[in-house]
């Protein structure tokens, strides 16, 4: 067992013991070899289950906004939960997000903060491939360490990587019908089975827009408008608010590129804004503001010739 | 709509503020002003109103290009709904772009209530802007009989 | 079952002949429907207590219980709620007299009128769920009908009394000898006369005996759940107490999943349940 | 002609002459992904036989995920009629070979035969192909099955001993294709028959077994279990499990206008999604996760049991991959028939 685990293991343990969390929602093994899968552990005895290593690669900030949903009908004994999360950066980033949108209050989160050295990825189904490779919102993560732990684990981080979004450089070169045909084909691989709304920490909207059907706004039926539809309404909706953490990317069974178009929100948010979501940026997540001098150089004058 | 996927007589979504373009628009008319007869209007109390699946679902349904138009700066009845709406488009028409809608398709402008004028040019830069692209209907061509049965 | 062309998922052609505005909110509409091949008229045979799917071209399709009587030839009726969120019952009351409108069915099992034969009756509803007793009852009014059943009663409860569905033939079933019909509303107004109280106390009131009696009771979760004791305690046992239950439904048919109680799905094993057998589904029904 | 053998060299020319006989689909290397699907074969598309399974399951090709089933206009409802081309499939896993013989329960019973999975499944040449090395979440064995076992509903067994492929006549649609490509066929040899037999027995003892015998009566009696609460506890509610199931036949209807007509189209939908159930009235049966979780290992291992005989797991581990919290059917299966 390594130090790490160990250390955060025990602080999970004291939490729980002391009766400042009623759970704690960490990692455990998962039932394949390479995987580590959320849980929750809700007695001291439990917190052995705990694991961390390299593919601890969930956001588990996901889960926590469905704990803080107050019962439909008022209850007297309803008591606000208290929640540990052992977090890596981006889970960090995105409970920080959460509690400037005010889904979850600060005071009932305890964040265990740990050392993130990056995460694996090994591709789903495969047998034989045992390496697993960086995760690429690892290689290019700009903030590794948590920033808001209430406890930190000590231990070795990644260095923050430069923002630089060469990708999203690159797709931007490429002719308006090229990222067009690559946009439809990577769409058009998906299935509609929500994995990437709902492994999203941000996607905590009690009726998604792609379900309500008064008015419908995506047809169920997976054709590919209705899908594009889905996601760039989906997508758009993270805009000034996507950590960057990739929970879409993994949960996706399809194997979808959104990397590459959520990428390009967190790039414009922070050149246009100057806001890195959960890092940096206004108090409220930057399209529910505004400054006099915001930009409008995209806006058309028709007088102008 | 049409059926057809020609963009010679494009088929243009505007999304007028009540307080300001719907007027200038209307100003256009009184005025006699000609502009193309493209554009299919959909009255809203704000520009910030204007929720970006608005957009997206009028590309989805046919629509070939679509203008949102509000309130100048400092304009807004109330205070800083096209402040707000500002940003989120800044944003939206980018990420339209990057995933391959033409920067033509989407255009948001300002437009006054005494300004029918620049409303009717609007337009047909709108309607010239959305006709210059080689295909129509962008959304809807691409996909809406295709299944996927894979 | 009736539906297009024999394809189980898609309706037989229905003109909507005739809309009855049944209650004060408006929200409930009675919808006398008309086959368009009269073949399909022919053909539709539907037993009490069935239901069909109502398909809105455009909008969907919702599961109905028929309201009206297996003998009533030639046409359908079907009385429907409007809920704001509902897409498909909200589309169906914008329809008009003459719209043309898509049927299948009839499905389901119905309640068991041959078994029924020779037993007194006891028919208690409430609320909008009164539709397919309305079709039971006026089913058994049918003189060649009636007698071969003993004693019927009938208890049926609304909120209000605006809210009352069929008002016209409830006075008749009052005027009328051989039922014994008691109409109650769980809150009067100025210009009603009749019985004030919640459908399982004036059961209990009225307590009508259970000696060769079988129970029909179709209402909300609510007074389902508070109608079994009272009749429990007058003796009936849960095998001679019958009831409809309700769930979402999309193929009607037994396929598409969502209706299923346990291992029994609604639309093809139930709408009606005896009550021994509820007890047996493992999730509570009301 | 009930068994029949080609040598892996002359797998190309069966190729082009199946492809004479019809649409062929198979598993063709994904040139986006690299990894290996169910597509058409062509001359550019070659068979692949080393590969675990497909990601999407087959049912897919019998009841897609969309499909138009009626256009209407004024005028009323036209059927949609579905295409007369026969298909020939090759290399679906026994696994799932097996999951649509237990889709054949479903949509064609007696009462209500589905006619748009009856004309597909009509027109279909299914020709399953052992798996050589099961995935690391396949427990086929524990549900019935096997890694060489012909399951309902298949029309050609295929084997492949090593440089060659036999093929075993199941049905007699299965025996006319033998009969029809004879010219590049021959009989096995008693080598490739022992080696096939040694690879089968191997194959079926290969895997993880679990026990199954009595899991129906004891997941029955834990249905009020806080079980399912607890193991719903990290389910993010996502239909990733049901849509990759080869089993799972959950649809919803749904109505879209074009205009003044529209169509009538079938889609997938999940019992893990809150909507699947949720009353116009706002009221739902299955409200809570845990319930929902509780209706899905249900379903397949307790009320399919109850209404068609089977259990509806054929063990493909799809939903145990690609589950994102790795919530692990087998895992549950055993929690819930403890």
Sequence with gaps: MNNTEKKMQEAAARLLTGGSVDCIIGFENGSLPRTARPCFVRNAKDAERLVWNQWCVANLAAFVPKLFEKPQKPRKDYKTPRVGIVAKGCDGRSIAGLVKEQQVPRASITIIGMPCNGMKTAPKGEKNNVAGELARTCIECVSPAVMHADIAIEGESRKPAKAAYPRVREFEKKSVAERWRIFTEEISRCIRCNACREACPNCYCKVCFADQRKPSWVSPAAQVSDTMAYHLGRMFHQAGRCVECDACVNACPMGIDLRLFTQKLASDARELFGCVPGVTGEDVPPLNAFKQDDSESFMTDPEER | ?150 | MIAHGGNPYIGAPVRIEKVTVENDEKDLKTFRLVFRETADAAAFNHRCGQFAMLSVPGSGEIPVGIASSPLDKGYLEFTVKRYPTGVVTAALHDLSEGAAIGVRGPLGNGFPMKELEGKNLVIVGGGFAFTTLRATVRYLLNDAIRRRYKNITILYGARTPGELLYKSELAEWQRRGGIATYITVDKGDDSWGGRVGLVPLVLKDIAPSSENAVSIVCGPPVMLKFTMLPLLELGFTPETILTSLERKMSCGIGKCGRCNIGGSYVCKDGPVYSYARIRQLPENCF | MKQAAIDGKNLKKLATAMLKQGRVRGPVRDARTGSVALGDLSPKNELILDYANFTLPPKREFFPQCETIATYDADGFRPEAGSDKQIIFFGIRPCDVRSLGYLDKVFLDANYADPYYRKRRDHALIISLACEKPGHACFCTSVGGGPAVAGAGVDIMAFNPGDSLIFEAVSKKGEDFLKKNRALLRAPTAAEIKKKKQREEHLQNALPELRMDGVTDAIGKNFNSPLWDAIAETCLGCGACTYLCPTCHCFDLYDEKQGTGGRMLRVHDACMFASFTREASGHNPRGRRGERMRQRVMHKFAYAKENFGDIFCVGCGRCVVHCPSNIDIRETVSRAAL
Excluded at chain 2, 94 to 119: D, K, M, N, T
């Design chain 2, 1 to 150: 709509m049409t059926k057809s996927n020609a963009t010679a007589e494009p088929t243009i979504v505007a999304f007028l503020c009540n307080w300001c373009s719907y007027a200038g628009a209307d100003l256009a008319g009184v005025s006699r002003l000609q502009y193309p007869a493209n554009v299919r209007v959909i009255r809203v109390p704000c520009s910030g109103r204007v929720d970006p699946l608005y957009i997206i679902k009028a590309l989805q349904e046919g629509a070939d290009g679509v203008l949102v138009a509000g309130c100048h700066p400092g304009d807004c009845h109330y205070i800083s709904g096209n402040l707000v709406a500002r940003r989120k488009f800044a944003m939206l028409r980018s990420f339209l772009e990057y995933a391959g809608i033409e920067p033509e398709r989407v255009q948001f402008s300002w437009v006054s209530a005494s300004e029918g004028g620049r409303f009717a040019s609007l337009i047909e830069k709108v309607v010239a802007d959305v006709k210059k692209l080689k295909t129509g209907k962008k959304m809807a061509g691409e996909s809406r009989s295709a299944s996927l049965a894979r």
